[in-house]
């Protein structure tokens, strides 16, 4: 990793959570194997309200192609069983009385491909987003030497600086992709 000035310092939580963002977008995509990352976001009418269903249920994975979803209040297993659906995952939903069993299906060649074309574009968002923070930090190195905070020779090293670092942070990124690329190439 290159040497992080204060600019990039600054900002550094922010570069971070664009690669623990994509991680997460691409967690929920579905592989073909069963992931409580699938589910546990969807949205449950329940109460008179819109909640998560990891606030309203336990999910677990009994087998490697399903999810066990056991909400803690029996009465909501319908709107749950309702939101699966809905959620156009490609679930095979049973209602089991007391819980649910989401069934994942086997991968297609097709499948694949769309998850790849889909993975690819979370890709590009997290690098735009990658390079909106690094144009509001270069802003800021740039607003420094017109200040006189820093001097000319300050500014080239930290815009090099910045520069290294956003590479290695697309680097990653890239490396986070290809390895989701190829968990959905392998199933």
């Known amino acids: 990793m290159p040497e992080l000035n204060n600019y990039i310092k600054q900002n550094k939580e ?3 959570n664009s690669l623990v963002h994509l991680k997460k977008e691409l967690g929920t995509l579905r592989t073909g194997r069963a992931q409580s ?3 546990e976001n969807i949205l449950v009418e329940a109460y008179g309200s819109r909640q998560v269903l990891k606030q309203l249920a336990s999910i677990s994975i009994p087998e490697s192609r399903a ?7 029996k009465s909501i297993v319908k709107e ?19 819980k649910i ?21 979370k890709l ?3 690098k735009i987003g990658i390079r909106q923070i690094r144009d509001k930090t270069k802003e800021a190195i740039l607003k ?23 590479s290695e942070l697309n680097k990653k990124a890239d490396e986070i ?3 989701k690329e190829t968990e959905i190439k392998m199933i």
Do not use: H
């Open 14 to 16: 922010e570069f971070e």
């Open 37 to 39: 990352a699938l589910v």
């Open 80 to 98: 749950i069983e309702k939101s699966l659906i809905a959620s156009n995952l490609g679930l095979s939903v049973v209602n089991a009385g007391s």
């Open 101 to 121: 069993i989401a069934k994942v299906p086997m991968m297609t060649e097709e499948n694949r491909k769309e998850l790849i074309k889909v993975s690819g574009q």
């Open 177 to 179: 992709a290809e390895e």
């Open 144 to 166: 420094a030497e017109k200040d006189k905070d820093i001097t000319q020779d300050d500014r080239y090293q930290y815009l090099a600086d910045l520069d290294n670092y956003v």
């Open 67 to 73: 999810i066990s979803i056991e909400p803690w209040d």
């Open 124 to 126: 590009e968002a997290a």
